[in-house]
């Protein structure tokens, strides 16, 4: 699918990145980050999508090399109802990128296109990525940075938010666990789904194999009801994005986040978040861009791509309503009236990147991640 970066789109941009600078200025002025630039993110990566177009929901893994402009090749492995499974190989490129780590990137698979909005981490280790723009295309997701971690360095508590479509329909869903040394622990799950209603699971984790590049699988196991997912840990063991690409009429992917501390102090700052939602609209994705001031509050506005609403902006509010000393709490965009979604969300120990669920809303399911600018 063609994809066409018209004025409406750009000037939407625009003015979210002016909130997020004029907004961070009048809060808080931290300290000046490290320029991203496309050198930067030269190296292998791993990016893991959850998938709505033609060939209904589904879930999409993607390796890629990134040369120092920004370029390379790129496969693609597909999990989707409508089409089966199956490989596609293509090129990606960073189409823009300022330092603040904000920027563009497009797909391209023998001419069919997807473009994304992304916001790199600023230590260059994860992106997120959202399509927000092609017509009857909703994918939302995040790439992480191939670097060599072993098993024993992922021992610790976690928390991973997913996007699920399975026998209970399309749903969220946050797992709890915890890793030992050889990456083996257990998990508890609370899931939101409309066809099962919300309930929760126990069971175990476990990571099956890991390579050097931080590449590897992972299982969940819930008293015999077991999900397989590929996974990619970032290079400072802090994060690896889930993605299941394998099991029959399961189509799970999300991010996992070590527990480690935070405080709303060390969150001020400008974010871009990247969501993958199923509301009044139907399933689609969303971009909101957000400031968060020393007490966890701050300007929000959002961008929506659905499939029943088409696309629209919405300005509102992003609040930490809470948030625990190893990093997990909750949060809030309120874009009024009864356009309000709380999250479930835990902060990575280097505070550039925090998950997102929504598992109480009625009628809501959105998933994503935010990262810092």
Sequence with gaps: MKTNYNSTTLARLAFLLALTVI????????????????PKLAGDWQGTLFIDGGCGLGTKLLSFNLDSTGEGSVSASYHTPGCGDNVETGTIQITALGTDGNGTAELNFGGTLFGFDIQVSPNAQVFNMVD???????????????????????????????FIDGGCGVGTKVVSFRLNSTGEGAASASYHTPGCGDNEQTGTMRITSLN???????????????????????????????????????????LAVRQGSASLTQLAGSWQATLLIDGGCGIGTKLVAFD?????????????????????????????????????????????????????????????????????DSGNYDEGSAVLL
């Excluded at 907004?23 to 496309?38: D, G, K, N, R, Y």
């Excluded at 295309?137 to 928390?159: C, F, H, K």
């Excluded at 949060?331 to 009024?336: D, K, Y």
């Design 212 to 254: 050097a590049g931080g590449i590897g699988t992972a299982q969940l196991d819930f008293s015999g009801t077991v999900f397989k997912f590929n996974i990619q840990v970032s290079p400072n063991a802090q994060t690896f994005n889930m993605v299941d690409v394998v099991d029959a009429n399961n189509y799970d992917e999300g």
């Design 132 to 162: 927000i723009i092609d017509p009857a295309n909703y994918e939302e997701g995040s790439a992480i940075r191939q670097v060599a971690p072993t098993i024993s360095q992922l021992a610790g508590a976690w928390q991973a938010t997913l």
């Design 292 to 360: 968060l001031n020393s007490s966890g509050e701050g300007r929000a506005v959002g961008l929506y791509h659905t499939p029943e609403c088409g696309d629209s902006d919405q300005a509102g509010t992003m609040t930490i309503t809470s948030l625990n000393s190893d990093g997990s709490g909750t949060a809030q965009l309120n874009f009024g009236g009864s356009a309000v979604f709380n999250f479930v969300i835990q902060v990575s120990g280097n505070h550039q990147v925090f998950n997102m669920v929504d598992v109480t």
């Design 23 to 38: 907004q961070l200025v009048s809060f808080v002025m931290p300290a000046v980050a490290e320029p991203i630039t496309l």
